[in-house]
């Protein structure tokens, strides 16, 4: 482990030990690709917690996504990984005979899962509608009301502008709906010739779209979408694939309630319940309760963090091991569990954020104490060589599919990989590869780390 104040020569050394050849080694990182990138490596042994391999293992590099690793362990420890979420609603006021004078109230309780698409078995729209009909309420004089109960949630300052209106960019809030994510539905032609925009699902209240989208002979999505949450107007540029009579294109719900709201009402409509919005009192005086949506398990949002990399619920966890003061409470909590936290700049809990910095082997220490301490939930939340796509390229060799099981993470210029590999031998190592500021190919980049994984596993 590092320990502060030991002067910053002691960042660049390699170290390399079980009798590694460092010549055979050492040559993967003299490719033209990362010649001239910032690289940090750490690798152990899991049992032991020997060091295998180091090479700039203490130096704060980007990690991307891999820096979900820390939410995602750090919130199963202080949580447990069967805690659970509840959004209560409720009526207020008088119902008789099929009409209710007063409001249905949403009482918001932080769930990132309410109609995500990752976990259908649970509509929160169905539920409600089922339960208004279960009551006997045909016709509602009054609102339906969300209530948050804090103040809206804030882009982190460090977040890059094109990315917070695109759908890998929505924030995390006490209320959230259909992962905070709606859905631009476009017609493209010729290439060169503008695209249509044929729907927008969920409706996206108070919000226009213009539409500057172009048909391209790339087969792959080049379109953004660029506004802050407050913007009335949203500017959808880029690309789409030629000749597509229906393309999907995501952006990021910033106020998750306004379109829930819009759609609860539609399917109120259509379920044959009136809503004649009027103002009534809102205040907790005969309030009763309609309806309690549990959430999954929290090692459930895990599962899906990890797996599909969802921004929107790493911030969730964050937010559960602090909602004021994520970067210091994670440097508490690894200090308490051994692992030291110098050199470590946090700035959300996703790895949106380019401006985060965490050296090689914090991220390694961590998954040496996470496989001792939190059992099969973190271990089942990472990617799986020969499994899973992220994982493609990282374990396309017979010696690392089906051995190697870790977190990716990419950004510009970034591609950082962190998890466990089975050597010949059987044992477990625990790794990380960051590479920050490569030229060429990314997917050369990828090639080199899994080449390098490689002669770790056939040692």
């Known amino acids: 482990m590092r320990f502060c104040g030991l002067g910053i020569g002691f960042l660049f050394v390699v170290s390399l030990v079980s009798g590694q050849n460092q010549t055979t080694v050492q040559h993967f990182w003299n490719q033209k690709e990362v010649k001239h990138a910032a690289i940090g490596v750490c690798v152990k042994h899991v049992e032991s917690g020997d060091v295998v391999y180091e090479y700039n293992a203490g130096m704060a590099l980007r990690p991307a996504s891999v820096v979900k690793l820390l939410s995602s362990a750090l919130a199963l420890k202080r949580e ?41 078995e649970a509509c929160f729209v169905d539920s409600v509608v089922s339960a208004v009909l279960g009551m006997g309420i045909r016709r509602v004089i009054g609102n339906i009301i969300v209530e948050t109960g804090d103040s809206p949630s804030r882009i982190p300052g460090s977040w890059p502008w094109e990315d917070v209106a695109n759908y890998y960019g929505a924030l995390y809030h ?23 925009l044929l729907s927008v699902v969920p409706s996206v209240p108070g919000v226009k779209f213009r539409n500057e989208v172009l048909s391209s002979v ?13 913007a009335a107007t949203l500017l959808i540029q880029g690309t789409i694939p030629a000749n597509r009579s229906l393309f999907a294109v995501k952006g990021a719900m910033h106020r998750p309630e306004d379109c829930f709201l819009v759609e609860v009402e539609k399917r109120l409509k259509k379920a044959g319940v009136v809503v004649d919005k009027q103002e009534v009192e809102k205040g907790n005086n005969g309030r009763q309760l309609l309806l309690t949506m549990i959430s999954p398990l929290l090692k459930d949002i895990v599962f899906y963090t990890n797996k599909n990399s969802v921004n929107l619920f790493a911030e969730a966890l964050g937010y559960l091991i602090s ?61 799986r060589g020969g499994v899973d796509r992220g994982l493609r390229v990282y374990s396309d060799h017979p010696v690392l599919r089906g051995n190697v099981v870790a977190k990716t993470g990419s950004m510009f210029g970034v591609r950082a990989l962190s998890g466990y590999l089975k050597n010949k031998k059987g044992e477990t190592l625990a790794f990380t590869i960051l590479v920050n500021n490569y030229e060429g190919d990314p997917v050369k980049v990828q090639e080199i780390m899994r080449d390098f994984l490689r002669e770790m596993a056939e040692k």
């Open 80 to 120: 447990g990984d069967s805690l659970t979420y509840s959004t209560n609603v409720f009526y207020s006021g008088k119902l008789e005979e099929g009409v209710l004078a007063g409001n249905i109230i949403v009482r918001a309780g932080g769930d990132p899962s309410l109609d995500s698409k990752y976990f259908p």
């Open 174 to 196: 006490s209320f959230n709906y259909r992962d905070n994510t709606y859905t631009l539905n476009m017609r493209s032609g010729k290439a060169g010739t503008p695209a249509r």
């Open 218 to 230: 790339k087969n792959s999505n080049d379109a953004w979408i660029y506004g802050g949450p407050e």
């Open 323 to 383: 909602p004021t003061d994520y970067a210091k409470i994670v440097k508490e909590e690894l200090n308490h569990i051994g692992i030291d936290s110098c050199g470590i700049i946090l700035k959300d809990a996703c790895g949106l954020s380019p401006a985060n910095a965490v050296p090689a082997e914090t991220f390694t220490d961590l998954l040496l104490w996470a496989r001792e301490s939190l059992g099969d939930a973190f271990l089942a939340s990472l990617p």
